[in-house]
């Protein structure tokens, strides 16, 4: 398994497990979407190491983070993500989100103020979709299933075999922990938690949207649907496209990837990264 060190950092009360690694001046830091946590980032941190300094960490009840009675809400995770960054990062930095880290980025926006010098969003949930209106009742199944997933994950072979998608995307180190951290009952336990935060969420930052961003925002948006997906896949890539170009300084890209960007397409990833630093030119 991979071997980066790490440090326990204490945030309002929990601590979250933190790797930090590459050198020089700049910052970024990453928000893992929901079930999953620091490793998901590995191929892209391996192309920024050299280039900047990069923080990943597992949430409160994730990886190697210390577990959690409570159910924690975006909010909460949102300032967890401030805490950790005011105790581990000294400057300004670029915060780069999957999908429901998404949704604690944009809430955690407010708190980090002016210290946020970009901010990369990855195929992020977007709760003005349609397909969000039903959430409530999507989260419901999605937690029977994981129910079921739970269970089974006690079998090591059956945890690999629900971790099938993430051994074609990621490295087998990085495979491999995901699996002895991740894919255990604990673990689906915790993603259960965060999908009932989601549908928790969506009434909330419908009637009550976070601050938008003021610094230079990216979104990228995948272009490949899951099967039978393709109608809800263009609902939700329209509603970020019109979020994304309302803000100030806005862009919205398409990437030919699947939903896990960070794997599929790495190398653009990084780039975006680079550019929100202001490390090269502007895209050809």
């Not at 990069?54 to 300032?79: H, K, N, P, Q």
């Not at 209106?133 to 999605?142: E, G, H, I, L, N």
């Not at 079921?148 to 099938?164: D, H, I, P």
């Amino acid at each position: 398994m991979r071997q980066t060190a790490g440090r326990a950092v204490r945030v309002n009360g929990r601590t979250v497990h933190v790797e930090e690694s590459g050198s020089g001046a700049d910052w970024v830091v990453f928000e893992a979407g929901g079930g999953m946590g620091r490793t998901c980032w590995d191929p892209v941190v391996a192309l920024l190491a050299d280039r900047a300094r990069v923080v990943a960490y597992d949430r409160a009840g994730f990886g190697r983070s210390g577990r959690t009675v409570e159910e924690l809400s975006i909010d909460e995770m949102a300032a967890d993500l401030v805490a950790m960054v005011e105790a581990v990062v000294p400057g300004r930095f670029v915060l780069v989100a999957h999908s429901m880290g998404g949704l604690v980025a944009r809430r955690a926006v407010a708190g980090l103020g002016s210290r946020l010098r970009g901010l990369l969003l990855l195929d992020p949930a977007a709760e003005s979709a349609p397909v969000y209106d039903t959430f409530d009742r999507t989260a419901v199944k999605v937690d029977r299933a994981l129910g079921v997933t739970q269970a089974l994950c006690r079998s090591r072979l059956l945890a690999r075999l629900a971790g099938g998608e993430l051994r074609r995307h990621y490295p087998a180190d990085t495979y491999t922990t995901m699996l002895a951290e991740d894919f255990v009952p604990a673990g689906i336990a915790q993603t259960r938690k965060e999908i009932r935060a989601v549908a928790a969420a969506v009434p909330r930052f419908r009637a009550d949207p976070p601050d938008p961003p003021t610094c230079p925002t990216v979104l990228l948006s995948a272009s490949r649907p899951q099967k039978g997906r393709g109608r809800h896949h263009a609902a939700l890539a329209e509603h970020r496209r019109r979020w994304a170009e309302s803000l100030p300084n806005g862009r919205f890209e398409t990437v030919d990837s699947g939903h896990l960007i960070q794997a599929e397409q790495p190398g653009i990833v990084a780039d975006r990264v680079e550019r929100l630093l202001g490390r090269t030119g502007p895209e050809r």
